[in-house]
């Protein structure tokens, strides 16, 4: 089993729509977690943390639930340049150990 | 801009050949990456650093190495290139806790090993 798991879409939404994903780790001692945009060819750039009590930022919605181990993504109101992979990352660290995994990554297509 | 570059940004090499990838910061961070991303395997992590020649081994790092001989630099190198090889780099750098750990990337760099 991965340590973070995404669906990988693609998720195919007309401009407008809402839109949703959630993502999966296993390691029960992550503190942190984040989601990261990535446009075809380009680095990955952070979106937004993800805070326990949720986070909003915009049209974006971020949600982590620890009992479940998952945090979750909400666009509203979807726009064309929201088209991109979004990914999922957690991290945990301890001592010298600073790591980040990352999920492979859920594609977005807003059609017009 | 979160002060990073990587170099060079595209390379093609012959297998069998050494190949080093050069990451370059002016932040000062103590947390430097290096990951591969390929289809289907997200990124992963081959080395990483947390400190000036203090560098640890990650998940896919056999036929790797490292090396950190400064805080602004942290090299990667193909000891002999293989076509399994064949990835875009790309380099991490991690900020402080007042930035919440967050992880910021370079460019990345495109080898091809033919």
């Known amino acids: ?112 | 801009d979160a002060g990073i570059t990587q170099s060079p940004r595209h390379k093609v090499t012959e297998t069998g050949t050494p190949v080093t990838l050069r990451c370059h910061q002016t932040e000062n961070h103590r947390y430097m990456y290096w990951y591969r991303q390929d289809p289907g395997h997200g990124l992963r992590l081959i080395h990483y650093s947390y400190g000036v020649k203090d560098t640890d081994k990650g998940e896919v790092s056999d036929g790797y190495s490292v090396s950190r001989s400064k805080t602004e630099d942290f090299l990667l190198t193909l000891e002999s290139a293989t076509s399994s090889q064949t990835s875009v780099y790309f380099c991490a750098i991690m900020g402080d806790r007042s930035n919440g750990n967050t992880i910021y990337f370079g460019e990345g760099s495109w080898l091809t090993v033919v």
């Open chain 1, 1 to 112: 089993r991965k340590e973070v798991e995404q669906d990988p879409g693609p998720f195919n939404v007309p401009e407008g729509a809402t839109v949703a994903f959630n993502c999966t780790y296993s390691n029960s001692a992550s503190q942190s977690f984040f989601w990261y945009r990535q446009d075809c060819r380009k680095e990955p750039k952070l979106l937004m943390s993800v805070y326990s009590s949720g986070n909003e930022d915009g049209r974006f919605t971020a949600q982590l639930n620890r009992a479940s181990q998952y945090i979750s993504l909400l666009i509203r109101d979807s726009k064309l340049s929201d088209s991109a992979t979004y990914l999922c990352v957690v991290n945990y660290y301890g001592g010298a150990t600073n790591k980040l995994i990352f999920g492979t990554g859920t594609l977005l297509a807003v059609q017009p």
